[in-house]
């Protein structure tokens, strides 16, 4: 079955510092990898995706993630954190077969300090 | 123009009470979800239809029901409500095959007291 681990339940960065966020994946097959964002009392905004393209995959707000299939891993990553990222951050895998499901890691909190 | 609306965006309500929550989408989606996200933040997926035939149906109790009257609609009836079923529930809409993600709805804080 397909699975998210995402490495570290809270990140503690200061402004203007880099942002990595970790995520490993388990899946039988090649799957479709996603990072939403949450902020408080919000939904979830898409902030990347990863669908068998280029491995290196950039999305809004200046995060982008790499896709390691040798490591089954797929970070977020950002140079330099604003205030503005503190929030909740989901690796999503999508499941097998055509029924559009998606799992989700436990989530990370990012808090950004000044 | 929200692309996925649901309401209430807020309810609170008594043990034993039987609610709804409408989710409405207006992308075009084919694909309409029901994801329930815990105290915990753990976001886990209840139901889904494609084109209002039902997909995805979880290990959720019977008092949870989905409607979906077309493919831009889907809604979520609770009967008999319980403590344990306060939590924030989320709609999400897609386009099935696509592999392009959920659209995300502002979600529901069900509270049950």
């Known amino acids: 079955a397909q699975s998210v681990t995402q490495l570290d339940s809270h990140v503690s960065v200061s402004e203007g510092t880099p942002v990595l966020l970790r995520c490993n994946y388990s899946?039988?097959?090649?799957?479709?990898l996603f990072w939403y964002v949450q902020h408080p009392n919000k939904g979830l905004q898409l902030l990347l995706k990863y669908t068998s393209a280029a491995t290196l995959v950039k999305g809004i707000n200046g995060f982008e993630a790499e896709f390691k299939k040798s490591e089954t891993s797929f970070h977020l990553t950002k140079p330099s954190a604003h205030m503005s990222d503190a929030a909740e951050y989901f690796c999503v895998v999508s499941d097998r077969g055509n029924t559009g499901k998606l799992i989700f890691g436990q989530g990370t909190t990012l808090q950004v300090k000044p | 123009d929200t692309a996925v609306s649901q309401t209430p965006k807020y309810l609170v309500t008594q043990m034993g009470n039987d609610k709804s929550i409408k989710c409405e989408q207006n992308l075009g989606h084919d694909t309409m979800y029901w994801y329930k996200q815990d105290s915990k933040k753990f976001l886990k997926i209840m139901f889904s239809y494609n084109n209002k035939e039902l997909i995805i149906n979880e290990t959720v109790p019977n008092r949870f029901s989905p409607k979906s009257p077309d493919k831009a609609h889907l809604n979520l009836h609770i009967n008999s409500l319980e403590l344990g079923d306060s939590a924030v529930y989320f709609c999400?809409?897609?386009?099935?095959?696509?592999?392009?993600?959920?659209?995300f709805g502002s979600g529901t804080r069900l509270t049950v007291v």
């Open positions: 899946s039988s097959y090649s799957p479709s």
């Open positions: 999400a809409s897609s386009t099935l095959g696509t592999n392009y993600g959920y659209t």
